[in-house]
């Protein structure tokens, strides 16, 4: 059983890592900011979708694949505080502060709203 919730992560992680790669590629092609949007969009997204995910009754294989395999490697919390650190160390002190307190607070009303969605649909 634990070599099938592996599998089940590592499936689910190759999907989730492939669309963070190729979405983040795609916003930063668009127009680089000074707002860090490629990941602030990818985890405002992964915070949504978490959502739905915990929201609906699934399998536990289905719920580990899809939150911990999908969502965990599609999100990045060390790139969002990398991001950070490189906001302070350019005394950007104002974006930081709109950086990191809207990725906490709309990440929040992401999940929720992910959840209140999901078990709307259910």
Known sequence: ?????????AIGAI??????ALLSKKIDREKKQA??????SINMIGCFVLGLVVGFPLDQ???LMLSTGVIGTFTTFSTFNAENIHLLRK???????????????????LIT???????FLS
């Open 15 to 20: 999907c989730g890592v492939l669309g963070r």
């Open 1 to 9: 059983m634990m070599l099938f919730n592996a599998l089940m992560v």
């Open 113 to 119: 709203f992910g959840q209140a969605t999901a078990h």
């Open 61 to 63: 294989h289905l719920l």
């Open 35 to 40: 707002f860090p949007i490629a990941t602030f």
């Open 91 to 109: 005394k950007r002190y104002a974006l930081f502060v709109c950086y990191a307190g809207a990725t906490f607070v709309f990440g929040i009303l």
